[in-house]
């Protein structure tokens, strides 16, 4: 093994790759330090071990889809708001491999680790829009855990290969949830 300097940067970088193209359970300290070409000893100058560097990958995963929806957000309300916040978070995991397994492990950690609060303050958002409207059937919490459920149901199918390889179709059909789920929206504003 090489004695070459790296950083916490790199490190992260490399992680994300590994996760990225193998998936989660693919990134040890061992093969991270291979990638690296490091002794996985130097790894714990950085990291207290896997759980905390997944913890920081995590954050950073959650942070950017907050970022992303936060500002797809700007101006809109009602169903339209929820259509977007839905198509970006579609698109957000789509484009991020395997590293839609994070979401998985999310419930590992702690309520207060960075991980856990990111993806807290996702689901905040999406409470917030639920507030800001009228449902036609449903309660508040279940409609979010219903969206919740469609979107990255509907990704974690469409990323292991069981939806249509054409990308077109398998909008049409994300675009056809997305309407189920918008139904129980009414436009009529919240009287709080």
């Known amino acids: 093994m090489s004695n070459r300097r790296i950083n916490r940067e790199q490190i992260i970088q490399t992680a994300q790759t590994i996760i990225f193209e193998q998936g989660v359970k693919a990134l040890t300290f061992q093969s991270l330090s291979k990638a690296l070409n490091i002794r996985s000893q130097s790894l714990y100058n950085y990291f207290r071990n896997i759980s905390d560097l ?26 339209a708001a929820f259509r977007r916040y839905a198509e970006i978070a579609h698109n957000y995991f789509e484009s991020q491999g395997k590293m839609v397994e994070l979401i998985y492990d999310v419930h590992n950690f702690d309520h207060d680790s960075s991980f856990y609060q990111a993806t807290a303050k996702v689901l905040d958002l999406l409470n917030k829009l639920v507030a800001s409207v009228h449902l036609r059937h449903m309660q508040a919490d279940s409609y979010v855990q219903t969206l919740i459920s469609s979107v990255l149901g ?6 292991m290969g069981f939806l249509p390889v054409e990308r077109s179709e398998r909008q049409r059909q994300f675009e056809e949830l997305l309407d189920l789920q918008l139904s129980e929206i009414s436009e009529t504003p919240n009287t709080l």
């Open 154 to 159: 509907f990704t974690v199918i469409e990323i």
């Open 54 to 79: 997944i913890d920081q990958i995590g954050t950073i995963f959650m942070d950017n889809l907050y970022r992303r929806v936060t500002d797809g957000l700007v101006g809109m309300a009602g169903q």
